[in-house]
């Protein structure tokens, strides 16, 4: 049978009642959760890093190259001209997070975000290496500066700031291609500035986040974390405590007692520093800490786990929880929808575009005494497969047209453009309004239907 209980209203964890900032130092916890989450660290870590070192058809997995306007994402190879499917990336990446988020809450943030990852995965791991579980460096921080504080502190803060250059040497070599970036760590910053540049300010900002800003990037700027409030409801998957269960709290021999005995491991493990027993908490980043910590506790006073647990707001209560809700199904509609768009937008992203332009200010003029009336174009021909191709331009044949083309063979390097000149004459006997000239593109080695139809309309004089 469920039970009301009043939980009791707290502010902002990582404030003192002074506003000054009260720096939360997690204590250490094992189990499921906190394991299976080192594992995942590892792998995205390996694989972020990884990104600028596989090659995929020739290029790397991800080389965002602004400088020339390339951009290579897993084989796929685009330019400027692609900047549309930016749309249809962003709204989908949104249309997902909302629909996860509905599903399963935080999951991101305490799995996989960046920050968390970073943090938990390398920062933490070095702070607790050198200054030792939370205890000690609870007492380092307090204590006098002496020569066992300094070393560890120098030493803690050296290797942040390695992590913090690997992090952004990693992050630039995006932008730059990793080759690049390692020509360059071996020359003069002096000769390419904008690249040290950059490199030194992301670590520096990363050096910030990581050494001195930590939890309030989730708690103060990050916007997601704000939208938990109306990204999620009743139903949805949250790290919460069973009140009913676990209230009133006491010692585990009261018999009046719930199950929680108050003993605040769910606290000092937390990495925002919050009590997790006050209910739901925006600055709650689902990290799982606190349910490893409780399900050791519970292990050792005989008791079932799962007094913290994932489960939704209803479960919590002990009431029904619904999967299947309205909100989802809006969610699943419009990502149906979004999912069609990407895929016949996708569908027409070729490896090379052919577009035919008639010349600015030149209609048509006429020629051989007025018997034939010349259309002047040109084919702009753009090869955006990440490697060299050959293209063949063949024109079709029309009564009466006859046609010039500039080159009817064209090289192109990946993402090189080339404007070739198309002179078209039309008998004027024979003309008709809404003629068009056609011209079939097809690079080398690919089938004939696989080419690209290049038209335009043609003039001439009316008879
Ligand atoms: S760890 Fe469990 S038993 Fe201990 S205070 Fe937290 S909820 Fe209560
Ligand atoms: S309350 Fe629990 S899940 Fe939420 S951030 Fe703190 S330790 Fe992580």
Excluded at 173 to 197: E, I, K, N, T, W
Excluded at 258 to 279: A, K, L, M, Q
Excluded at 429 to 457: I, K, N, W
Aim: aromatic share 10%; charged share 20%.
């Amino acid at each position: 049978m469920s039970k009301k209980v009043q939980l009791p209203v707290v502010g902002a964890s990582s404030l003192k009642k002074d506003g000054g900032r009260n720096f939360v130092h997690p204590a250490d916890v094992s189990g499921r959760f906190v394991k299976a989450r080192y594992v995942v660290f590892a792998a995205l870590i390996g694989i972020w890093a990884a990104l600028p070192w596989v090659p995929i058809q020739g290029n790397p997995a991800l080389f965002l190259d602004v400088e020339h306007r390339r951009f290579f994402l897993f084989g796929l190879t685009f330019n400027a001209q692609d900047g549309w499917l930016l749309f249809f990336a962003f709204s989908g990446v949104g249309l997902l997070i909302i629909l996860v988020t509905a599903l399963v809450g935080r999951v991101w943030c305490g799995w996989a975000c960046p920050q968390t990852v970073f943090m938990e995965g390398m920062f933490r791991r070095i702070e607790r290496l050198v200054e030792g579980p939370r205890n000690v460096r609870l007492r380092l921080n307090k204590g006098p500066w002496n020569v066992n504080k300094i070393w560890r502190k120098s030493l803690k803060h050296l290797l942040f700031v390695i992590a913090a250059l690997f992090v952004s040497h990693v992050f630039v070599s995006f932008f730059v291609s990793m080759p690049s970036m390692l020509d360059m760590m071996q020359r003069s910053p002096a000769q390419h500035p904008v690249a040290f540049g950059w490199a030194v300010g992301v670590a520096l900002v990363l050096y910030g986040n990581f050494a001195w800003f930590r939890e309030q990037m989730c708690m103060i700027v990050c916007p997601y974390g704000r939208l938990q409030s109306v990204l999620t409801d009743d139903n949805s998957l949250v790290v919460g405590y069973d009140a009913v269960r676990g209230e009133p709290r006491g010692k585990p021999k009261d018999p009046e007692a719930g199950d929680c005995v108050d003993c605040h491991r769910c606290v000092v493990v937390c990495p925002t520093g919050i009590d997790i027993r006050n209910g739901m908490q925006l600055d709650c980043i689902g990290c799982t800490a606190c349910i490893d910590a409780c399900d050791a506790i519970m292990d050792k006073l005989d008791r079932p786990r799962g007094l913290v647990r994932y489960d939704s707001l209803k479960g919590l209560e002990h009431k029904p929880r619904r999967i299947l809700r309205p909100r989802l199904a809006l969610y699943g509609v419009l990502l149906a929808g979004w999912s069609a768009g990407a895929f016949f937008a996708f569908q027409g992203h070729t490896a090379f575009e052919a577009n035919l332009v008639r010349l600015r200010g030149a209609p048509y003029h006429l020629v051989e005494d007025g018997a034939t009336a010349r259309n002047l174009f040109t084919l702009h021909l753009i090869n955006k497969d990440s490697e060299t191709a050959v293209f063949h331009i063949d024109p079709v044949a029309g009564d009466g047209v006859t046609f010039q083309i500039g080159e009817e063979v064209v090289a192109l390097e990946s993402l090189q453009g080339r404007d070739v000149p198309v002179y078209v004459d039309v008998d004027v006997a024979s003309f008709q309004v809404g003629d068009r000239v056609v011209l079939h593109v097809r690079r080398e080695g690919d089938a004939p239907e696989d080419a690209l139809t290049a038209e335009a309309a043609l003039l001439g004089p009316r008879r």
